[in-house]
C-alpha cells in the first residue's frame, strides 16, 4: 500500500509536463511584461490569444522580426481584436517594448515554457476566447530561416486566427514546429 501514493505522485508529475493538446483548455499562465505589469492567460478571457516563443538570435525568428513581418502579423492580429503575447522563455535580453507590437511576457522561471512544452522559437499556439488551444505548431508552411519565404509559405497562426474569428476550427490545427530549441534550466 504504501506503493499507491508514490506511484500516483509520479504519475501526477508526467501529467503535469505532459504536452497540452489541441482541442483541450490551454493552460493557465503569469508572467510579467517587459514594464513590469503582471499578466496571465485568464486576463483575455473571451479574446483569442496567440502566443510566439521568442529567442532574438534565432535565425528562424531573425526571418520574420529583421524585416517586420513579424511585427506585421502582430499589429493584423492586435487589430482585429486578438492578442499576441511574445514569450521569452531563455532569459534573452530584449529591445525597449516599442520594438514588439505583441505583448512580450518574461518567463524568467520557464514554468510557461514548460506548461505548453514549447520546443523551438518561434513556436506558436493559438487559444480562442474560452480558454480553448485551436492551434500549436510552425508559424509557417516552410521551414527555413530565409525571409524570401514568408510570402510563398501558408501562415498557421494568421490562418487559424481567421478561422476562430469567423467561428469555425482551423483547417491546420497542430503542425511540426521549427526554428532554435528552447533552452531549459534543469529542474
Known amino acids: 500500500m504504501r506503493i499507491l501514493p508514490t506511484l500516483l505522485a509520479c504519475l ?16 493557465d499562465f503569469t508572467g510579467k511584461t517587459l514594464d ?31 524585416g517586420g513581418k513579424m511585427q506585421e502579423f502582430q499589429k493584423e492580429v492586435v487589430a482585429s481584436g486578438a492578442v499576441w503575447l511574445v514569450i521569452n522563455t531563455g532569459g534573452h535580453k530584449l529591445e525597449s517594448a ?19 512544452d514549447a520546443k523551438v522559437t518561434p513556436h506558436c499556439f493559438v487559444i480562442d476566447g ?19 519565404d514568408i510570402e510563398k509559405a501558408t501562415n498557421y497562426v494568421l490562418a487559424a486566427v481567421k478561422a476562430v474569428k469567423e467561428g469555425k476550427s482551423p483547417e491546420t490545427a497542430s503542425t511540426k514546429p521549427y526554428g532554435c530549441g528552447v533552452k531549459y534550466n534543469k529542474l
Open 12 to 27: 501526477m508529475a508526467v501529467v503535469s509536463f505532459a504536452a497540452p493538446q489541441v482541442g483541450q483548455p490551454a493552460p
Open 98 to 116: 516599442t520594438y514588439y507590437p505583441g505583448t512580450v511576457v518574461q518567463d524568467a522561471n520557464q514554468s510557461i515554457g514548460r506548461a505548453y
Open 130 to 148: 474560452k480558454g480553448t488551444l485551436v492551434y500549436k505548431g510552425a508559424i509557417d508552411s516552410i521551414s527555413s530561416s530565409k525571409s524570401a
Open 36 to 66: 513590469g505589469k503582471t499578466v496571465s492567460l485568464a486576463d483575455f478571457k473571451g479574446k483569442t490569444v496567440v502566443l510566439e516563443w521568442y529567442n532574438p538570435g534565432c535565425p528562424f525568428v531573425k526571418k520574420f522580426y529583421d
